[in-house]
């Protein structure tokens, strides 16, 4: 069904919030003036049918000025040959012309199919090849228009008071001393009219058998769309209400096949990402409510204690965690920011090796607390890279912290930077629990988390492949499960420079539990 255009629909659709979907019944597609079927019977088979019906008019006219016109050349030539063979005798006096006529009248060979006449010179018929007289109401327009025309001859189709059609040919004679003024010939057309009808009637039979024809084609054609139209129809409302198990059966290896092959992908792909967003909002709602669970209980500890060193570790995890939320959330608004192409970059001419040691710096008594060793293999110098420091220290945090998150302890974390063929290559590695070859292809994936024991929203590789990619760079993750994972980042770097960089190697040493107490 569709909106209606007034106030009401209006009002309707936006207190609804939702747009309403098409009737899915498809009977009104099937059957009513929206169909397919019916544009075509409307469009396709009209024109054919007007063209079949203008070809028919033509053929019909053309046919009738074919026969006509060969029945007035039959005539006026049988007439020639009889007057010609009368002028040619004009010479001999001793010849009774008008005896002649009414002779020749009277044995006309073809008498059978063409009736000859003699007009005396009153206007009147006197002698006829049949014997019998034309009544008086029978129309000789071919006589008078003879009379006028300068060749003496005139041919007129006229309806004789029987309703019988007929062509007459008249011929004028002017012999002296002869009391005929003209000759006169009449021949019925009723054998010509029916050849004309039934030739007619053959084509017009071709016709309909070529319009039934085009229309069973058509109509198989138009089955051959419509019932899947309306099945794709039916499974697209499933999928637009949220019903992603449906899938559309491949007949054909045509368009409609390469529809349905997308719209099953569609469906896959929505599932898919239906699901990885289940996911991904359960584990963003449990990474929000750890932190907030361990702010409210130290919050609530604090109040009722006067203990200096306990509120100083109060306010040390209150803060880690306040900040831990503050991370998440900028982590939230910069993939909103990627969703909806607004993710801006302040580019610049920077030191990556600041950016990579400070990262290395701010993970390392977390490393050491967690029994992690942390190598940072840091090089000389390096050429600069144009880009955003801030976005580009976020992606470094990101995979470090990753690395860490993944690894248990007695493992190792190892970061290391160098120039290789024009480009910054930064290089993070560890030795933890791995990525799978399934989940592998995934990982750069919104929303999609490998491991579900590990901390973590989903979609900080995403966030973070987005950024490399904007500066022209590439994020290349090589994994084995239960072995460790290798993150790959290059930058082009700027030929016009080198940053140097004098601080020592950063190494983090494996922390026992007896060390730590």
């Known amino acids: 069904m569709f909106f209606k255009k007034g106030a009401d629909g209006k009002s309707a659709a936006k207190k609804s919030g939702k747009a309403k979907l098409p009737a899915s019944d498809g009977s009104k597609n099937r059957f009513g003036r929206r169909s397919i079927a019916t544009h075509w019977l409307r469009n396709s088979l009209g024109v054919v049918i007007a063209v079949l019906i203008v070809i028919g008019v033509l053929l019909g006219v053309l046919l009738k000025n074919y026969y006509y016109g060969s029945a007035r050349q039959y005539l006026t030539s049988r007439m020639n040959i009889i007057t010609n063979t009368l002028q040619n005798g004009v ?260 030191d990556i090796l600041a950016e990579l040691g400070e990262t290395v710096l701010i993970y390392q008594e977390r490393a050491r607390a967690l029994g992690i060793t942390l190598n940072y293999y840091e090089p000389t110098m390096l050429p600069f890279v144009y880009g955003d420091k801030n976005r580009l220290r976020q992606v470094f945090i990101n995979i470090v912290d990753n690395a860490i998150k993944y690894s248990d302890k007695g493992g190792t974390v190892s970061v290391e930077a160098y120039e290789e063929k024009g480009d910054i290559c930064i290089l993070v590695s560890d030795t933890g629990i791995g990525i799978s070859k399934e989940d592998l292809p995934k990982v750069k994936t919104k929303f999609f988390k490998a491991n579900h024991t590990r901390r973590g929203s989903g979609i900080g590789l995403a966030v973070a492949n987005e950024i490399i990619t904007r500066h022209g760079g590439t994020l290349t993750i090589n994994s084995e499960e239960n072995v460790g994972t290798t993150v790959l980042i290059t930058l082009p770097a700027i030929d016009d420079g080198h940053a140097e960089d004098n601080n020592p190697t950063v190494e983090v040493e494996l922390i026992s539990s007896d060390d730590k107490k």
């Not at 569609?266 to 991904?280: I, R």
């Not at 900040?323 to 969703?339: K, P, W, Y």
Request: charged share 25%; net charge negative.
């Open 91 to 350: 010479r001999d006096g001793s010849v009774n012309y008008s005896s002649q006529i009414r002779s020749l009248v009277e044995g006309y060979e073809e008498k059978d199919s063409i009736e000859l006449m003699a007009i005396n010179n009153d206007g009147s018929v006197d002698v006829t090849s049949s014997g019998f007289s034309p009544s008086q109401d029978t129309p000789m327009t071919d006589l008078d228009q003879a009379q006028n025309a300068e060749s003496g001859m005139a041919y007129a189709v006229f309806d004789l008071p029987s309703g019988e059609k007929v062509i007459a040919v008249s011929a004028m004679i002017s012999i002296s001393g002869c009391e005929y003024k003209a000759l006169r010939m009449v021949s019925s057309m009723k054998n010509i009219d029916h050849q004309i009808i039934m030739i007619m009637a053959a084509m017009c039979a071709v016709f309909i058998i070529i319009i039934l024809i085009i229309y069973l084609s058509g109509r198989f054609f138009i089955r051959s769309i419509v019932y899947p139209v309306i099945k794709i129809g039916q499974i697209a409302r499933k999928i637009a209400k949220g019903d992603f198990s449906e899938r559309i059966e491949k007949t054909g290896d045509d368009e409609l096949g390469d529809l349905c092959e997308s719209i099953n992908y569609m469906a896959q792909e929505l599932s898919n990402t239906e699901s990885m967003k289940n996911e991904f909002i359960s584990s963003v709602s449990h990474e929000l409510r750890t932190p907030l669970t361990a702010i409210k209980g130290w919050s609530e500890t604090l109040t009722a204690i006067d203990d200096p060193d306990t509120f100083k570790k109060g306010m040390r995890v209150i803060t880690s965690e306040t900040e831990r939320l503050s991370q998440m959330v900028e982590e939230l608004l910069d993939f909103s920011r990627i969703q909806d192409n607004r993710l801006t970059l302040i580019m610049d001419k920077i």
